[in-house]
């Protein structure tokens, strides 16, 4: 006889307290202490439909003894997050192979008998401009650490060389601090894009696929190196993440970040605002509109500062206007001026082939924005198109096909283009490799790579 079956009562017995008959003496039918009997007062029992206040509530499920407490839903990893970071991690290693071989075969000296320092080789360009600010801040007191006119380092949102100099009290060296924040934020921001892909692509295969086409995509040195692109998008995806799940508090919270990293973090702040008008009326959420005005404090605190010291309270934009030629000029006069840069033989060959490369990369974002109109998804297409509006509006195109790192809608929709035939995978992953390496080179080797 099993278990159960010695647990069930007997069909005799059941069919006789159906009948009314009384139950054999026994355990069962022994008064129950608890119950009022004729005549004694007895414990008032709780009406019905109300919870007894004297009696402990239903218990929980909860952890054993000696269990460890449940992460947050958000600390905690699948298969596919595991997927994701194991890629990350691949490609980091690839990237560090690429620095040290670079470093070998293209020497700034041709008879040189010893490698480029490793931390002069990964520490190019805008690295030096974080790496100065953290070091002696935007305005120092010694004049020698500021000795060159060009240097216009207010055009840099504070966000990285906080971030740098905190982890440099800790790192005790500059170029490992840079490389440790890059590398822990694309972790976090690799994560998210997973995510993001998720709500628009169905299984993990999605996830992976849109992470894999960012991390090969021409630009993905920049993420492992000293630039910001890697932690503003450990801020702008986790933002937009919780924008989804209408956490409107958190993803306010988050764009704080993004907007002292960044000024790019303003564009995500106003995809946000079109994604709540969209969407807030429908889960009665206005009352969390003020806080979508929180991400606008640190480009405010920024100015104040800079205008403090300088008198301008635009000078971070005169700065790049210093240093990047990036005043005001008509679409049509910025794409002329490009054209001209990258086919009219005035510079010489590596630079014209970056000018090609900017407008590539322009034509990429306008046709990404088009289609994202197409599909409704008018928050991404804001985000996208002020971008565009902000690099397609200088003097010539500059450090577009850096932004197109920023553009997780067009990961997401080239992840979707190629899940649904294979081989459109293969012939991009021959066509952006190949650029991948060869601008993970031209960046290591000390070449202007955008």
């Not at 169905?202 to 992976?208: L, V």
């Not at 009326?281 to 806080?291: S, V, Y």
């Not at 990047?324 to 009219?344: E, I, K, L, N």
């Not at 599909?375 to 200088?394: K, M, Q």
């Amino acid at each position: 006889m099993s278990p159960i079956e010695q647990d069930a009562p007997d069909a005799q017995e059941v069919r006789g307290i159906r009948a009314g008959a009384p139950a054999a003496p026994g355990p069962a039918a022994l008064p129950d202490p608890a119950l009022p009997r004729p005549g004694l007062p007895g414990p008032a029992l709780p009406r019905p439909g109300l919870p007894d206040p004297a009696l402990p509530g239903p218990a929980l499920p909860g952890p054993g003894p000696g269990a460890r407490p449940r992460r947050p839903r958000i600390l905690r990893l699948d298969a596919a997050d595991r997927d994701v970071l194991t890629l990350y991690l691949f490609t980091r290693v690839a990237l560090l192979l690429t620095a040290y071989c670079a470093a070998w075969l293209f020497p700034p000296d041709s008879e040189a008998h010893r490698p480029e320092p490793f931390a002069s080789v990964v520490g190019r360009w805008d690295w030096n401009h974080f790496l100065h600010i953290a070091r002696d801040g935007y305005f120092p007191d010694d004049p020698a650490a500021r000795p060159d006119e060009w240097d216009n380092r207010e055009a840099f949102f504070p966000g990285f060389p906080l971030a740098l100099r905190a982890l440099h009290l800790l790192v005790g060296d500059w170029t490992a601090a840079g490389l440790l924040i890059s590398l822990v934020a694309g972790a976090v921001a690799v994560l998210a894009l997973g995510r993001v892909a998720r709500l628009h692509l169905s299984g993990a295969a999605g996830a992976r696929r849109a992470v894999l086409l960012l991390l090969v995509s021409p630009c993905a040195v920049f993420l492992a190196v000293g630039y910001s692109e890697s932690l503003f998008l450990a801020f702008a995806l986790p933002a937009w993440l919780a924008a989804r799940h209408h956490e409107w508090r958190l993803a306010a919270l988050l764009a704080v970040c993004a907007t002292t990293v960044r000024v790019t973090g303003l564009f995500l702040v106003a995809a946000l605002v079109v994604h709540f008008a969209l969407t807030a009326r429908r889960h009665g959420m206005l009352r969390r509109l003020p806080w979508l005005a929180l991400p606008a404090l640190p480009p405010l605190l920024y100015s104040w500062y800079l205008h403090a010291h300088t008198g301008d309270w635009m000078a971070w934009k005169h700065a790049q206007e210093r240093g990047w030629y990036r005043r005001f000029h008509s679409p049509w006069d910025s794409w002329s001026t490009t054209w001209q840069a990258a086919f009219g033989h005035g510079y010489t060959t590596p630079y014209a082939l970056v000018w090609q490369a900017e407008l590539v990369a322009m034509v990429v974002g306008l046709v990404t924005t088009v289609l994202l109109v197409r599909a409704r998804r008018l928050p991404e297409a804001v985000y996208i198109a002020l971008s565009l509006w902000a690099l397609g509006t200088s003097y010539w195109y500059m450090s577009i096909p850096r932004a197109t790192l920023l553009w997780w809608p067009l990961w997401i929709g080239l992840a979707s283009w190629t899940l649904r035939r294979p081989r459109r995978l293969a012939a991009w992953l021959c066509l952006s490799a190949p650029l991948s390496a060869v601008l993970a080179v031209t960046y290591f080797s000390g070449r202007w790579a955008g």
